[in-house]
């Protein structure tokens, strides 16, 4: 009990201060909003989701705090919104007011000015998405488990949610919210908020979010969705197809709660549930607080891919407790998360499957570096002017996974640990930004072992491209017997029937076809295809890394698979490199075409601006 009233405590406090903190912060490029002058604290969603017309429509109400007594409109982010009518509320009643919608911004969008008459404390806007908003897809029943049903689903993060919600729209500040949603009887919303399980027959549904969250973290999904809890804290919900197959794979999430709260603290938002979603969705998973949203291409069977679930887990910790100030920070989530989710699974599935996974991320990463310009490989990166999802890459997670394991072998473990248990509990329901963290970095860990790590090592990590000469080099004795087999293998010292793969993890699968030569033949690869059956691996992560291999030694074998592969995935880091890969090589040009003119309306816009920009640019070439 006494814990509980500590903890609203520091949520009071948090709350107290966020608005004056937010004014230390370097303004947040994305956004067009004044909030550094004025903010919304709460807002109530009175919500339709309307699948006819591929339209949520409805009003939102903000409540306001002033944090600079002459501001006189409120601005917030837009994107692709109809704006019917604005309102404003003086305590005793709502007034029309007027409004201005600037034009389109390809990057932000349109800033919506409301004028704000002194007395004003609340403001309603009434307003519909459109059907090509940037962060919702609209799927047919084809298009799921079920396929008799339709199936809607946000995706906000990072700045999507102005396509469905005016407000101000950037990870500098928090609201908490209520929502009164309706749609079709026949379906189910749901929102990443306190969910009543119970199926409401009448199509009218209410949520609470009663912890403040960045607005980014505001989701909704509506479908044929059920429910299976798991353990006290943990349920999935999903089409009822996938119900059962998702409760098993993903059975151990109750025990990566405790193990993260062992180490980092309490988990500070009641329920952790997972909501699967078709295919299309453009991401292995999303943070959305206490209802993470994830791939199904992650049911493996095996467990195998579940270090997914460690990871939207995590961010319960980095990110959604305490999260980017801007999304130049976006390391300051994705680094801090990828770190902690490979703590997760050390704790849950032990040290080797951890470092697996530290030394397949850092491979990754490696290749990856040299085709990023330069500027992209910065922790810190420059994104003013840019799209972020321009700037998406490997670099926030596993270069800041490992400046964090860098830190950690520096100072110990244990040092680490207090170390950041007391930066997630200092900083939690805030937001901050790089300088900030660095600042903190400097007080409280470096000056406490000055002789462990340098101010200049750590600007280095941080300000500058590449990684440094110091990073951490996850080695695995399970890989160096792989590397060893494929050598004895392409050396003719033994055939592949001598290797011992019946006892490989699908990590080692991963490892070994990821370092099979660049000059490989085609005859080896078909000798593998016809031993071990890659092309028709059912692991997704297994399929991708044969499937990538063959399209770069131009091996039409696997073009019939590949073809379903696509058109049957939406998520971005599984399909988008296959896409780079086979655009490489202009003879495959037409066939690419052919399979993107099938699979496209499939994707989420997300995953189709991306590849529409790929095709483009290979146009050019
Ligand atoms: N928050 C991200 C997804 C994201 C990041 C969306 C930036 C939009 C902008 C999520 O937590 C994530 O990182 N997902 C990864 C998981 C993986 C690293 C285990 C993914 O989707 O692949
Ligand atoms: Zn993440």
Request: cysteine-free.
């Amino acid at each position: 009990m006494k814990k509980a009233i500590i903890s609203l405590l520091v949520l009071g406090v948090s709350l107290l201060t966020m608005g004056t903190s937010a004014k230390e912060f370097d303004k947040d490029w994305h956004t067009y909003s004044n909030y550094q002058d004025i903010i919304t604290t709460h807002v109530h969603l009175d919500l339709a989701i309307n699948f006819k017309t591929k339209q949520i429509e409805g009003s939102i109400e903000h409540d306001l705090k002033r944090l600079n007594s002459d501001v006189d409109t409120l601005i917030l982010d837009t994107r692709d919104l109809d704006i019917h009518k604005t309102e404003t509320f003086d305590g005793k009643k709502w007034s029309a007011t007027t409004f201005q919608l600037a034009s389109r911004d390809s990057v932000k969008g349109s800033k919506l000015t409301i004028s704000l008459p002194k007395s004003a404390i609340k403001v309603k806007v009434q307003y519909n998405s459109r059907p090509e908003a940037s962060g919702l897809q609209w799927l047919l029943p084809v298009q799921t488990a079920g396929k008799k049903l339709p199936f809607m689903f946000s995706q906000s993060q990072a700045i999507h949610a102005r396509s469905w919600l005016p407000i101000q729209d950037t990870p500098a500040m928090r609201v908490t919210y209520t929502a009164t949603v309706t749609t079709d009887p026949s379906l189910r919303p749901i929102m990443a908020a306190k969910n009543d399980p119970k199926w409401r027959k009448d199509g009218r549904y209410t949520f609470e979010m009663p912890q403040a969250i960045p607005p980014y973290l505001i989701a909704i999904a509506a479908g044929n969705i059920h429910y299976k809890k798991m353990s006290k804290q943990t349920a999935i919900y999903s089409e009822p197809e996938l119900l059962d197959a998702a409760a098993n794979e993903f059975e151990d999430t109750q025990a990566m709660i405790e193990a993260t709260e062992k180490m980092y603290g309490p988990y500070r938002w009641t329920d952790y549930d997972l909501l699967i979603l078709p295919p299309s969705f453009p991401f292995g998973g999303m943070e959305n607080p206490r209802l993470s949203f994830i791939t199904p291409t992650v049911i493996a069977g095996d467990k195998s891919l579940v270090n997914l679930i460690a990871h939207e887990l995590a961010h319960s910790w980095s990110g959604n407790l305490v999260t980017n100030a801007t999304w130049r920070d976006l390391w300051i989530n994705e680094g801090f998360t990828s770190y902690v989710e490979n703590r997760i699974m050390e704790e849950v599935f032990g040290k080797k499957r951890a470092v697996m996974e530290q030394a397949l991320a850092a491979q990754d990463l490696k290749k990856e570096l040299v085709h990023l310009p330069k500027g992209d490989t910065i922790l810190h990166v420059a994104i003013e002017g840019r799209d972020p999802d321009d700037a998406f890459s490997g670099v926030p997670y596993t270069k800041g996974q490992l400046f964090l394991m860098f830190l950690e072998e520096r100072v110990g473990r244990e040092n680490f640990d207090k170390f950041l248990r007391q930066y997630f509990d200092q900083h939690a329901f805030q937001s901050i930004d790089t300088d900030n963290f660095m600042r903190y970095l400097d007080k409280n860990l470096l000056a406490k072992f000055p002789s462990k790590v340098t101010k200049e090592e750590v600007r280095v990590w941080i300000k500058e491209p590449m990684l440094p000469s110091n990073a951490p080099n996850p080695q695995s004795d399970a890989f160096d017997n792989v590397g060893n087999n494929i050598q004895a293998w392409l050396s003719n010292d033994i055939k592949l029937a001598k290797i011992p793969t019946k006892t490989w993890s699908v990590h080692e699968w991963l490892y070994f076809i990821n370092n099979l030569p660049k000059e490989i033949s085609l005859q080896r690869l078909e000798q593998l295809d016809a031993e071990y059956k890659l092309t028709q691996s059912t692991n997704n992560e297994i399929a991708h890394a044969w499937l990538l291999l063959n399209i770069k030694k131009n091996n039409p074998n696997i073009n019939k698979r590949l073809e379903d592969y696509m058109i049957s995935i939406g998520r971005r880091k599984l399909i988008v490199p296959l896409y780079k890969a086979l655009l490489e090589d202009k003879s495959r040009y037409d066939f690419v075409k052919g399979i993107y003119a099938k699979a496209r309306e499939g994707y989420h816009p997300l995953a189709q601006g991306t590849i529409d920009a790929l095709f483009e640019k290979a146009k050019q070439k």
